[in-house]
């Protein structure tokens, strides 16, 4: 029998060890697995690498992570936020590290990961600073340049409903990387609104398939 | 100098107002971060403009209000928004599908600077103290099939922001084709820089002057 239900939080993510490099879902608030996160800071994990678009924004999630001490490195499009305080602090003082990847680069770096393709060539990036030291090729007289995959050891993400088989629905833009990141992580731990019963899920509107979740926790499961 | 005081400037709703003459019907368009979502208070009712947000959704509405907020409905700059009739959801890498293979027509961002040759500057100044962040601009910038700039024609110490080289750091080469500013509209051509429209009490020579770059004349 498959079952990915899992019944507490700290269970789900009772294996994450110090320095692993963790996935986590969300456009500002909008996707951002809260109840993941927080059982994160619970449960102590350090020297952790954060992929996510952001680096956390007014005190929560991510934001209480980076400024527990807990981040070594955040992977991020976007790591200015509206009272992104703690991440702003250790930047400056070179206590973070940031790499910085345009959107799209990061969004098709993860499908990338998840896709079994070790890297790609994109216009995305040519001739700036980000692009320093990236191999570069013309194809058809466009210039583009190398980037590379990514995948990480857990995918924390937000999901709307789930099952025991571990397929997946979303709501609204809370979707944003949630399906990619879920391909790319060795161990995907989905956060969801409400888990219902095998076979309640239209096939037609499942959007990540189960074989990429390992884990599912319900909202006001038991910390 | 130029006496910019006789001038009557176009204000953020006037370069709005100029660009949607330039979106045609059935137009997918993506609006940047800051001045350009001023542009969806605009949009024709008699044309069907599909507006794109980069975080996965086709057929965005107007800003959401009352009930109608759900913190899972956001746009680019995390506002609460709606959905129009139609609207499509989709995950961040097909939503960049549509932005990286061209499949959005028209991009409209703000900048810093833009060059002679259509290079953009608009995702960080030189302040080293500033935390850098470039979101989707890199991407967006040479995506779309038409990139439009909405600008201040010049800095705030009076520099135009129409450069020989950017000397921010750049965005995207060769991307621009269009700048919409408070003074004029400037295509970007192989020939060079083509003034399309100016305001009013403003002569083409004075535009050229303030511009600090060449500018072709339109009207001539």
């Given at each position: 029998?498959?079952?990915?239900?899992?019944?507490?939080?700290?269970?789900?993510?009772?294996d994450?060890?110090?320095?692993?490099?963790?996935?986590?879902?969300?456009?500002?608030?909008?996707?951002?697995?809260?109840?993941?996160?927080?059982?994160?800071?619970?449960?102590?994990?350090?020297?952790?690498?954060?992929?996510s678009?952001?680096?956390?924004?007014?005190?929560?999630?991510?934001?209480?992570?980076?400024?527990?001490?807990?981040v070594?490195?955040?992977?991020?499009?976007?790591?200015?936020?509206?009272?992104?305080?703690?991440?702003?602090?250790?930047?400056?003082?070179?206590?973070?590290?940031?790499?910085?990847?345009?959107?799209?680069?990061?969004?098709?770096?993860?499908?990338?990961?998840?896709?079994?393709?070790?890297?790609?060539?994109?216009?995305?990036?040519?001739?700036?600073?980000?692009?320093?030291?990236?191999?570069?090729?013309?194809?058809?007289?466009?210039?583009?340049?190398?980037?590379?995959?990514?995948?990480?050891?857990?995918?924390?993400?937000?999901?709307?409903?789930?099952?025991?088989?571990?397929?997946?629905?979303?709501?609204?833009?809370?979707?944003?990387?949630?399906?990619?990141?879920?391909?790319?992580?060795?161990?995907?731990?989905?956060?969801v609104?409400?888990?219902v019963?095998?076979?309640?899920?239209?096939?037609?509107?499942?959007?990540?398939?189960?074989?990429?979740?390992?884990r599912?926790?319900q909202?006001?499961?038991?910390? | 100098?130029?006496?910019?005081?006789k001038?009557?400037?176009?204000?953020?709703?006037?370069?709005?107002?100029?660009?949607?003459?330039?979106?045609p019907?059935?137009a997918?368009?993506?609006?940047?971060?800051?001045?350009?979502?001023?542009?969806?208070?605009?949009?024709?009712?008699?044309?069907?403009?599909l507006?794109?947000?980069?975080?996965g959704?086709?057929?965005?509405?107007?800003?959401?209000?009352?009930?109608?907020?759900?913190?899972?409905?956001?746009?680019?700059g995390?506002?609460?928004?709606t959905?129009?009739s139609?609207?499509?959801?989709?995950?961040?890498?097909?939503?960049?599908?549509m932005?990286?293979g061209?499949?959005?027509?028209?991009?409209?961002?703000?900048?810093?600077?833009?060059?002679i040759k259509?290079?953009?500057?608009?995702?960080?100044?030189?302040?080293?103290?500033a935390?850098?962040?470039v979101?989707?601009?890199?991407?967006?910038?040479?995506?779309?099939?038409?990139?439009?700039?909405?600008?201040?024609?010049?800095?705030?110490?009076?520099?135009?922001?129409?450069?020989?080289?950017?000397?921010?750091?750049?965005?995207?080469?060769?991307?621009?084709?269009?700048?919409?500013?408070?003074l004029?509209?400037?295509?970007v051509?192989?020939?060079?820089?083509?003034?399309?429209?100016?305001?009013?009490?403003l002569?083409?020579?004075?535009?050229?002057?303030?511009?600090?770059?060449?500018?072709?004349?339109?009207?001539?």
């Amino acid at each position: 029998m498959i079952q990915k239900i899992i019944p507490s939080v700290a269970e789900a993510l009772r294996d994450i060890a110090d320095g692993s490099t963790i996935f986590i879902s969300g456009f500002g608030g909008a996707g951002l697995p809260i109840l993941l996160l927080d059982a994160l800071l619970e449960q102590g994990a350090k020297n952790l690498t954060l992929i996510s678009n952001n680096a956390g924004a007014s005190g929560v999630g991510i934001a209480k992570l980076v400024g527990a001490g807990r981040v070594k490195k955040m992977v991020c499009s976007f790591p200015r936020q509206p009272e992104s305080g703690a991440f702003d602090e250790l930047y400056r003082a070179g206590k973070i590290e940031l790499e910085l990847v345009p959107q799209g680069t990061l969004a098709e770096r993860i499908r990338a990961g998840g896709a079994g393709i070790g890297g790609f060539y994109t216009p995305t990036g040519f001739g700036t600073e980000l692009a320093k030291g990236e191999d570069t090729r013309e194809i058809d007289g466009v210039n583009y340049i190398f980037e590379k995959a990514i995948k990480a050891d857990y995918a924390l993400i937000k999901a709307d409903k789930g099952d025991r088989w571990g397929n997946l629905t979303y709501h609204g833009t809370a979707r944003n990387f949630g399906p990619v990141m879920a391909t790319a992580a060795r161990c995907t731990i989905a956060q969801v609104r409400e888990v219902v019963e095998l076979g309640a899920l239209d096939p037609e509107n499942i959007v990540t398939p189960g074989i990429f979740v390992k884990r599912i926790v319900q909202m006001g499961a038991a910390s | 100098m130029i006496d910019l005081s006789k001038v009557k400037k176009r204000s953020t709703a006037d370069i709005a107002k100029r660009i949607v003459q330039d979106i045609p019907d059935g137009a997918s368009v993506n609006l940047g971060i800051g001045q350009p979502m001023a542009i969806s208070n605009y949009l024709p009712h008699d044309r069907e403009i599909l507006l794109h947000s980069e975080n996965g959704l086709l057929g965005m509405g107007p800003l959401a209000t009352g009930d109608q907020i759900d913190p899972d409905i956001v746009n680019a700059g995390k506002q609460s928004v709606t959905m129009l009739s139609g609207a499509s959801l989709c995950h961040h890498a097909d939503s960049f599908v549509m932005i990286r293979g061209g499949h959005i027509d028209i991009c409209v961002l703000g900048a810093f600077q833009v060059s002679i040759k259509g290079d953009i500057a608009n995702w960080r100044t030189s302040d080293p103290n500033a935390i850098p962040a470039v979101g989707g601009a890199m991407d967006l910038a040479l995506g779309a099939k038409k990139l439009f700039v909405m600008m201040e024609h010049l800095t705030k110490s009076g520099e135009s922001k129409l450069v020989q080289e950017c000397t921010y750091p750049l965005t995207a080469l060769d991307a621009v084709n269009c700048v919409y500013t408070d003074l004029a509209t400037i295509a970007v051509t192989p020939q060079g820089l083509l003034a399309i429209d100016w305001v009013e009490g403003l002569s083409f020579e004075e535009l050229q002057e303030i511009s600090n770059v060449a500018l072709i004349n339109s009207q001539s």
